[in-house]
C-alpha cells in the first residue's frame, strides 16, 4: 500500500499562484484564460484525429435522485398541454456544480480569497445578476480540441487509487509514456484514477476523502500549456489549507491561470474505448449552454476517434 | 410582391405521413431516426470540413426576459454561499421548448393524433416522469456531420420573407445551385429566410403569422435523407389545418419520419460567416444534455469551417 | 384484530355521486361548494370558541427530503446578494399536492372521469394556464370556522388504525359521542386513526397501503354539511375501484359535493392539546396563497383554544 | 404641497438602534421578538372583534408576470398526469421578498451591519442552508392580534401622499384621533398612504422613489409596544444613509426591535371596508408557511370584522 500524499506548506501554494499566474498574458481584458492556446490551426490538426467515426459521451446522466452527493438534484417535469396534447413538453432546473452533474466552470466561478482571473476582484466580479466578466458565456464558441487520456490507475497498476493519494506529476509524464502521446499546447486531458471503478466496488466516494491533483501537477500542467483540465479527482479531502485554498486546484487553475475546467466527467467508458482503439488521443467537441453570466454550464462533451 | 402560400388538402398530409414514414426502417425497436443516416464514415467524411479552423455558436443567448415570444423566460439564479465565499454559483431553470430557446427536440416530442414515431403510441409514450422511449437520451452521443447553409431568402432576391410565405422543394434545389453544394444522405441543413434581418426592421415576429416549410419540400428532405433541420422557418402559422397537424411539419418530421430537429437557431451570423469564407458546408457538432426521458434539449450548436 | 374493511360495488359510488351532489344547489356558477355552509353568524359563534388564548399550528414542516413518500421535495434556496450583503433572501419550490405537505385542494382538483364540481367539465376547467375555475383563489378570503376533533383511534379502543381499515359513518357518531360534541353546518372536521403514532412506531406509511374514508362517512359529511374535511386518511389504497374512482373519496368530495378538503394536517400536536384543554372543538383559520388558476395551495392552519 | 420629508443625520439612527434595541428583554434566546407581546389574553381579546362576521383577504395576488416592480415573477406550472388524468396539479415557484408578494418577514431577514437581532451577527445567522434562528419558522403557530388601520392619507387631506414624503409619529397620532382607537400593546397596524390609488393614477410606483417611515415614527411603534407592521410604505427612497442602514426602517425594526413586517398588503379593499363598516380595528389573522430556515414566507393574511 502506498504512502499517503504529503502536501507543501501554503507558502508554496502562494509562489505557484504567482508563478503561474497567466494575468496579462493574453492582455489586460482578456477572459479566455488557456483557451487562447488552442488556435485555429489547433482545432485544424484535432480534427484530423477523427479517424473511424466512433462517436462517445463523456457524459454522466442528470440525476434527479437525491443523495448525499447530490443534495440538490435536478429536476425534470413534464408540463400540462391540454387535454387531448399534441406532444410533451417539460421543464428542467438545475444547480451549475456539485459532484453530481457533468460541468463546465466558468473562470470566475472561483476565487483565491478576493483574487479572480485576471488581476479582477470577486466583489466587483460576482453580482446578485450574475458575473460581470470571465462568465460561461465567453466560452460560447465551444471547445474544439485534442484530448489526451492520463490513465494514472494503470501507471500505478492499480485498479484504482485510493482517497488518500494524489496526483504527481511524475504520474502524468509515466501516463504518457506508457501511451506514447504527449500533452501539448492547447490539449485537454482526461486524468483517470478508476473513481467509477471503486465505486462500484466500495460503494459512493465519501465526498470528504478524494484523491487530489497535487501541485507538482498543476505546474507540469501550465509548463504544458494545458488548456482543459478534466478528471476523476480534482482538490484532494480533507483540505489541509486555509480558506483562501478551500479548493486549492480550483483556486490556481481559475483564479491564477485562467485553466478551463471541466469537471464530473464519465470516463470508465472513455477508458475502455481508448483501450479498444488502442488509443491515447480523440477529438473533443463541447460548448457551455450560453448563460450570460453564468459560473458554469452543464455539458455533454463528446469525444471522437 | 408574391403570391401567399396556399396548402394542399389535410389528405396531402395523410399520404405524406405514410409515404414518408420511415416506422420499421432501421428495426422495430428503432429510437433514433433520420440519426441513422449519419454513419461513422460520414462522421469521418465531415471532419474533414475543418480547414480554417475557424468555430461558430449557432445558439441563442438565453433569454431570461419575459416577452410575448417568451412568456416562461429562462430563470437564472446566483445562490449564496458564506458570508465569506470561496466562489460564486448560481442555478438554472428552463422550458425546454418554445420561441426563444435553441434547443433539439426528442423524437417523440411532437405526436400527429395519437401517432409517435415508429408506430407508437402517446398514451404509452408519455408518462408523467417523462418519454418512456424516443426521449432525448437517445442523442446522448451528439450530432456531428456535415452542415450546409440553404438561403432562401438570397435565392428568392428579398433580404427576407414575409410572414405568409412558404418554402418549397423547388427554393431548396434554387439554393444548392446558388451555393454549388448538394444536400446529401445524412446531411443538417439550415433553412435561412432572413427572419432576424426582418425582426431588425420590423420588430419581433408576431407568433400567430410564421413562414412554414411547405408539404413538398417535407418530401425532398426524405428524398434526400436529411438527418437534421435546422432553420428560422419551421411550421406555418396561421395552421390550416386540423389539431391533428397542429404543427403539421413537427408531426410529420418528427412522428412520421423521426427526423430530428434543432429550434430556434441563430442563423444571422452563420450566413455571414458562410459568405466571408465563400463557403456552404461546415462541419456541425452539438450534443444534447443526457436528460432521461426529456422531451428536448438546450443545445448550443458549433459550427467548424 | 377486527375484519378488514369491505367496499360496496361501484354503482353504489355512482348512487353517491348524484345522491350527494351539490350541482346547482348555490346557484349555476357556484365554485365555492361547501365553503357556502359558513355563514358569517357561523364566523362570529366560532370566534367565541377562543377562550384560552392558545394557538396551535396543524401543518407539517415543509419538507426538503427526497423519499418515497416525498419524491418532488420542496426546494428551498438562499440567494446570492452581495459581497456585503445587507440581509438574507431566499426561494422556494414546490408542487402543491402529495403526501408530505400540508395543503388544501380547490375544488377542480379531481375529477369524476371528466365531471368537475357544478356540472363542469375537465376538458374546459383544466386548460395549460391553470384551471379556469373552481381553482385555490375562490377561496381567497380564508376559511375562519369551528373546528372539531372526531379522533377515531380513541373509539376503537386502538393507538392506531391498520391501514386495512375504514372510517365509517358510525365511527364518526362514536367519535361525537366521546367527546360530546356534534358536528353541524359549516363545521371542519378532523378525522384522527393515529398515522404519526404509527409512523412513529413502524416507520414511514406504505402510500400503497392506506386507511380509507368509506362512502357511508362521504354520506354522513354530506347530511352534517360539514364543510371542510381534513384527517390523517383520506381515499383507502390499494384502490378497489376503476380509474374513475381512483381515488373516491376525493372524486366524491370535490367533483360532486364541492367539499373542502385539506390534506396532510399534523394531527398529533392537535390530538394532545385538546386532551390537555379537554376540549373537542377550537377555532380553524387558514388562507391560502392567492394563486390564480392553482389546483391547491401549502396552508398552515392554526387552531385557537 | 407639503414641504418634503427632511433626515436626521445617521447618528440619530445609531441612537435610535440603542435605544429600542429590544436585545435580552425575552432572555438571550429569544427568537420571537414583539410577538411577545401577544400574550394569550391579548389573543381572545382579538378574538371578541369578529361581531359582523365579515372576512377579508389583505393579500395580492401572486404575481407571474415580469416588471420593473417585479423582475423574478411568481412562476406557476401546470404538470403532465397522464393521458387521461384523473385530476390536475401544479408547481409553484417564488422569492420571497420584493416589491410584488404579500409576505411575512424572518426577524432575521435584514441585519444592521453585521447586527441580527438580539445580539447575533449575521455571519454565523446566515448560513447556505438557510437562517441558523430567527428563522420564519419560529412564527409557525400564527398571529392572532387586533389590527389597527391607521390612514395617513385622510389626516393629511390628500387622495395619497407624493413619494417624497414621510410619516411621523405625529400622522400616527392624528389617524388614531380620527379613528378614535388607541394602539396597544400586541396590535398590527396598518399604514395606509394611498399608494394604490396613486399607482390607479399615476402608474407604477418608481422604487427609487418613495414614501418612507420616519425614524420618529419608529419610536412611536416601540413605545407603543406595536406587534406587527404593515403598510403600503416602509423604507424612504432614495436612502440618504450608509449601506449600514441601506433600508433603515427593516434594519431598526427587525435587528433592533425584532418587529414583525408583513410587506407589500393590499389595503385599498381594508380601507373601504373600514369605512364601510366605520370601524378602525378587526381581528387579523395569518400564519407563514413552515419552512425550515426561511427569511420569510408568502401569506394571505385575513381581516375579520
Not at 144 to 164: H, K, Q
Request: charged share 20%; with cysteine; proline share 7%.
Amino acid at each position: 500500500m502506498p504512502a499517503p500524499r504529503t502536501f507543501p506548506p501554503e507558502e508554496t501554494l502562494d509562489k505557484l499562484f504567482a508563478e503561474l499566474n497567466n494575468a496579462g498574458r493574453w492582455g489586460p481584458d482578456d477572459e479566455l484564460g488557456t483557451l487562447n492556446y488552442i488556435s485555429a490551426k489547433k482545432r485544424v490538426a484535432a480534427a484530423s484525429l477523427v479517424r473511424t467515426g466512433r462517436a462517445l459521451s463523456i457524459a454522466r446522466d442528470l440525476n434527479t435522485t437525491q443523495s448525499a452527493s447530490n443534495p440538490s438534484p435536478v429536476r425534470h417535469t413534464m408540463c400540462y398541454q391540454a387535454h387531448e396534447p399534441i406532444g410533451a413538453v417539460d421543464e428542467l432546473a438545475l444547480g451549475m456544480h456539485g459532484f453530481a452533474l457533468t460541468h463546465l466552470d466558468a473562470i470566475a466561478h472561483v476565487y483565491r480569497g478576493q483574487d479572480v482571473y485576471n488581476g479582477r476582484k470577486a466583489g466587483v466580479v460576482a453580482t446578485p445578476g450574475g458575473l460581470a466578466c470571465c462568465d460561461i458565456l465567453v466560452q460560447k464558441d465551444g471547445i474544439f480540441t485534442r484530448g489526451v487520456l492520463l490513465n494514472i490507475a494503470a501507471v500505478r497498476g492499480l485498479p484504482w487509487l485510493s482517497p488518500d493519494q494524489g496526483v504527481y506529476a511524475a504520474d502524468l509524464d509515466a501516463a504518457e509514456r506508457r501511451q506514447s502521446v504527449r500533452v501539448e499546447s492547447g490539449d485537454a486531458i482526461f486524468v483517470y484514477t478508476g473513481l467509477q471503478k471503486r465505486e462500484a466496488a466500495e460503494g459512493p466516494e465519501n465526498l470528504g476523502q478524494r484523491v487530489g491533483i497535487m501541485p507538482d501537477a498543476i505546474k507540469w500542467m501550465h509548463e504544458r500549456e494545458v488548456a482543459v483540465y478534466s478528471g476523476d479527482c480534482v482538490d484532494a479531502f480533507p483540505n489541509p489549507y486555509s480558506p483562501r485554498y478551500a479548493i486549492y486546484f480550483h483556486a490556481i487553475a481559475l483564479a491564477a491561470m485562467g485553466l478551463i475546467l471541466l469537471d464530473i466527467p464519465a470516463l470508465e467508458p472513455l477508458v475502455k474505448l481508448c483501450e479498444e482503439l488502442n488509443r491515447g488521443d480523440f477529438l473533443l467537441t463541447m460548448a457551455p449552454l450560453r448563460i450570460k453570466g453564468g459560473t458554469g454550464s452543464p455539458v455533454n462533451p463528446i469525444a471522437l476517434f
